[in-house]
């Protein structure tokens, strides 16, 4: 499968656990988003890297959220001290410099 | 920041019928319009998209038209297939490459 992966699928946690999840891009695509989704909205934006560079994050993205990208490939999404807000489906996007953005399948948070 | 607005909310047809999801942007400066399908329990998936230099794409049963001066744009689907039952979205980004804004989503069902 050459799609974007993500990895867990699902991750159940307690609140004030810390959790991270991994995502690998398509392969050759320098470009890298993190988006949020809760139920019946659309995903909401949270940060997005080219290659190993965060240009950009979103006011959503509290200081308990960080991402990673060390080497331009996989990107990490750690949330510390999680609260039950955060409970969500987290998904990862990669692009060719341009415009098509390719979702992975997501990892589903609960936080309990 | 971009706002997109998306109507409507739910659209029931019967197959073999068409159906038309609208959607609205604020900022005059996005440039592209992709709209993803996303099943239950699926990643979305981009079924077609346009740029701001062409105001209209079809392909097969779908199409997307773009009207910028009233900054609204369209999904259509004709023929309707119950496989064609799932949440649709829209979305707008202002720059190559940058974040999506995504509408609030339109659940279609297609009752056979």
């Known amino acids: 499968d050459t799609g974007v992966s993500q990895d867990p699928r699902h991750k159940i946690t307690k609140r004030g656990q810390n959790v991270t999840f991994r995502c690998d891009p398509i392969?050759?695509?320098?470009?890298l988003y993190w988006y949020r989704q809760t139920l019946g909205q659309g995903p909401e934006f949270l940060t997005y890297f080219q290659n190993e560079a965060q240009l950009e994050k979103s006011r959503l993205l509290s200081d308990r959220f960080s991402a990673e990208r060390p080497k331009g490939s996989f990107s990490t999404l750690e949330i510390q001290r999680t609260e039950q807000g955060d409970s969500a489906m987290y998904l990862c996007?990669?692009?060719?410099?341009?415009?098509?953005?390719?979702f992975g399948p997501g990892t589903r948070l609960t936080v309990t | 920041g971009e706002n997109v607005e998306q109507h409507p909310s739910t659209l029931s047809v019967q197959e073999g019928d068409s159906a038309v999801i609208k959607c609205t942007y604020s900022d005059s400066a996005s440039n592209y319009f992709p709209w993803y399908k996303q099943e239950l329990g699926k990643r979305p998936q981009l079924i077609i998209d346009i740029r701001s230099n062409v105001g209209e794409k079809k392909d097969q049963r779908i199409a997307v038209t773009l009207n910028k001066t009233a900054k609204h744009f369209s999904l259509h689907i004709t023929e309707t297939q119950p496989e064609d039952s799932a949440v649709y979205f829209c979305?707008?980004?202002?720059?190559?490459?940058?974040?999506?804004?995504f509408g609030g989503g339109t659940r279609l069902m297609v009752k056979p």
């Open positions: 392969s050759e695509h320098n470009r």
């Open positions: 979305a707008a980004q202002y720059n190559a490459g940058n974040m999506l804004t």
């Open positions: 996007a990669s692009s060719l410099q341009g415009d098509e953005q390719y």
